[in-house]
């Protein structure tokens, strides 16, 4: 299968110069993990993503996007789409513009994981447990944490999302990057790192997303896929009596696609 197939042939783009407060409004109000970067000549010259957004240090409004974006890798209508989810995990994109053709970078459409997730369904490889993909060392946050001290974790551990447990160690909700991002509180993170100012600072509870979809260890990740799909999410908790074991997301299922089921401790 090429990536003519399934990508999405509009594709919302930043350009080099554009204030970076333009690009998180834009992450914002149209619930994007990523942006691709055009210069003058609308050639793609890099992505922006949602972590980008969240590791901004200045309060100033008018950095730029350029001094925060990344290179992309170069992915054309007629790349396979196995090449594709390998360039996606390499480049440790989630959402990756599609140009003309290597000689021409002009944007032609924009490729995400689901795309490809949801064109994966019948691989054989994708028939075993989850218990052998699944993150084991899940890092998890509760309700009344503040989001000063949740964002540097997404930012340090790279994981896009953390579950939300209960005094009682039972899974409630699930906060991400794009939570963070969409209610607005960036400013507030990064204006109070040390958590210094408690009543100017929103709680997990406020903004997390519920409700929370899980899956058993023993469950193929065939279903699980179908599961994450179905429900628009992008990780399931795996559960054991009701307490967290695991927890997978879509660059688990990728990496299953394009490797196998090696799991990740």
Known sequence: MK???????DAMCIKEHDN??????LMRDHYLRGLPVIDEEQKVVGILKDQDVLNIKSTRSNVTVEGYMHDCPLITPETDIVDAAKHLLD??????PVIV?????TIAGILSNSDILANIGNDRKLDSAVADIMTTDVITCTPKESLTKVWPVLLESNFSGLPVVSDKSEVIGMVTRMDIIRSGFVRTALNDTHGTQPKDTTIVEKIMSTPVYAVSADTSVKECLEKMLHYDVGRITVLDNDRIVGIVDRTDILRAFVMGTDPVQ
């Open 20 to 25: 970076i407060t333009h690009a998180r409004q």
């Open 101 to 105: 053709s290597t000689e021409d970078r």
């Open 3 to 9: 990536i003519n197939e399934i990508m999405s042939k």
């Open 91 to 96: 480049s440790e994109v989630n959402r990756c």
